[in-house]
C-alpha cells in the first residue's frame, strides 16, 4: 500500500499570512526613507508652512514647480500610510477642493531636515550596506586609551567621557589628538549636556538624573555643561575649536572637536 506523506507546515497559517505582508518591508523598506528625502529636497513642508493653510495639490505643484501627477503620488504616500502617522494630512482649502497641511511630523521634518539629509545620503547609506562587512572587516584594538588611541580619521566616543574626570579626559582627548589627522581628523562625543534653561523639561530631568547616577557610582563621573564641555576641549585638550549640536528630543548631544 502506497504511503501518502501530508507535510504539514510548522506555522500556523495565520502566522504565514503575515509574514507574507511583513516580508514587503525588507523588500521595500527603503522607500519609506526616500519618500521622506523626496518630500524633503522639494521642500514640501516648508511651502504648506509659509502658506499658512491647506495647499491644493495645483497651488503645491506651482509652489514647488513640480509635476502634479508625480506630486499626487508622493503625496498620497505620505498622507495615506496607515502604519504610521501620516506625514501630511488631507484638509478642505480655502477654495473649497481637498488639499494637505501640515501635522506635527511635517512640521518637525522642517526642522530635521538637515539630519534627515545626512542620514540619508549615499556616503552614510552606503556604509548600511556594508554592516555585513563589520563582523568580518572590523579590527579590533584592544588597549588602554589613557595611554594610546589607534589611528583613524575620527575618534567616537558615545556615553564614554561621562565616566572619566577632567585629567583622565585630557589624557584620552590628547592621545586621540594623536591617533587623527590635524587637517581633518576629529573627535565625535556623544554624551548628554546639562543645560539648566532647557525647555523640555523631561529631557532636562533625565540629563540630571543621569549626573546623579553617575556621581553614585564614582567621584570621577560626571555629566557636564556646554562651559564646561567646551573648557575641557578648548583650554584643556588645546583642540582649536568644537561644535555642540543638541539633537531634537534625544538625552544626548554631539560634541565634535577639531585640531584645525
Ligand atoms: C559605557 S561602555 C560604552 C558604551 C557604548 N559606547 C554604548 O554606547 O553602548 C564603556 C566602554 O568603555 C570601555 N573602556 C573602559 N575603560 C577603558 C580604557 N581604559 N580603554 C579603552 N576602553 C575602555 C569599556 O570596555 C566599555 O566598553
Redesign the pocket.
Known sequence: MEETIIKESKWKKEEEEEVKIQIYKYVIGFAEAAAIKCAIELKIADAIESHGRPMSLSQLSTALNCSPPLLLRIMRFLVHRRMLITVFKEETTAENVIGYSQTPLSHMLITVAPLLVLENSPTIVESWHNLSARYNGVEHVA?????FVPNADAAF????LH??DDKDCIK?LKNCKEAIPEDRGKVII?DSVINEKEENKMLSDIRLTLDIMMMTRSQKERERTHDERTHLLINKASFSRCIITSIPHAVPSIIQAFMS
Do not use: E, K, P, S
Request: no cysteine.
Open positions: 588597549g588602554n586609551m589613557l595611554h566616543f558615545m556615553w564614554i565616566a572619566w584620552i556623544i
